[in-house]
């Protein structure tokens, strides 16, 4: 129920009293999508499209008072007038910002402009080849990320392994992927143990693009 005013109160100056600045001309309630009155608090159905902060602040100018009746802040920040800009959440956040912006910077510088990918064949073992060699099948992806189409050629770095392709390595595709196959054939005087390490050199004519390693099945004797 309303309030009783003295005899010869201005209601006007009551509501202003109960409201600082606010002149009570409604124009946040006028301009606010979803039509609620932001200076009863914050409310659910607010989208903080902050029209009624822009609307707030010209009548402000107008009247000359300060802006930012309306306004973000904090609770401390309307009750105590305490408006810090570095708080703890602010400084964490801007660590944690900067560790990602530092580490997307890292792996970018990183990139490359061929990716390539060779596994084993799941589920094949070795295959003797003849008395001095073992076989193993392998997949590979080349992920060019450039527009350009250019070829590509697989030759192991590692002593005793031969690459025998399994048709014509295809060409790459402009920032496409292109599949194939081939066998590594490996002296078995050069194997480790049952599994060895093979390191590939990827060329695209003279330039070494990219360096894959992957690992030979044997024996084990
Ligand atoms: S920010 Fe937008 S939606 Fe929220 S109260 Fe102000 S005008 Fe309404």
Redesign the pocket.
């Known amino acids: 129920m309303a309030e009783a005013l003295p005899a010869g109160a201005n209601p006007l100056k009551q509501t202003q009293k109960a409201l600082g600045d606010c002149i009570d001309c409604k124009l946040?309630?006028a301009?606010?999508?979803?039509?609620?009155?932001?200076r009863n608090g914050t409310?659910l159905?607010?989208?903080?499209?902050?029209?009624?902060?822009d609307?707030c602040d010209e009548v402000m100018d107008k009247v000359k008072r300060p802006r930012g009746l309306?306004r973000y802040d904090s609770f401390n920040g309307v009750s105590a007038g305490a408006r810090r800009l570095f708080t703890p959440r602010v400084i964490a956040y801007s660590v944690v910002l900067t560790g990602l912006l530092v580490a997307n910077i890292f792996l970018l510088s990183g990139r490359t402009d061929v990716e390539a990918l060779v596994l084993r064949t799941p589920g094949m073992l070795f295959q003797k080849v003849d008395d001095q060699h073992l076989s193993n099948l392998y997949n590979f992806q080349i992920i060019n990320k450039t527009k350009e189409v250019f070829e590509v050629r697989f030759e192991p770095e590692t002593a005793g392994a031969t690459i025998k392709p399994i048709g014509q390595i295809p060409k790459t595709k402009p920032t496409d992927v292109v599949e194939g196959a081939f066998f590594i054939e490996m002296e078995k005087g050069k194997l480790t143990g049952r599994k060895t390490q093979v390191v590939i050199n990827v060329y695209s004519g003279d330039k070494l693009i990219d360096k894959v390693k992957t690992n030979f099945l044997g024996p084990g004797y």
């Not at 301009?31 to 932001?38: A, E, L, N, Q, R």
């Open positions: 946040c309630i301009v606010c999508p979803t039509g609620i009155d932001i409310q159905e607010c989208i903080n499209c902050t029209a009624c902060i609307a309306i």
